[in-house]
């Protein structure tokens, strides 16, 4: 079973994205996604 990533918006904390985890990914994810929540493109961070 693969681990999962899941990124949640920096500003309103809501869950959108989660994709498979690469192996030789040492540090947290950083993006800028769209949210639907916020209707804007914002920072989406990795969460545990």
Do not use: D, W
Request: proline content about 2%; glycine content about 2%.
């Amino acid at each position: 079973m693969t681990k999962k990533i899941v990124l949640s918006c920096e500003k309103c904390g809501n869950r959108n994205y989660s994709f498979p985890a690469s192996k030789e990914s040492a540090t947290r994810v950083e993006l800028k996604k769209y949210c639907a929540h916020c209707n804007e493109h914002t920072l989406h961070k990795q969460t545990l």
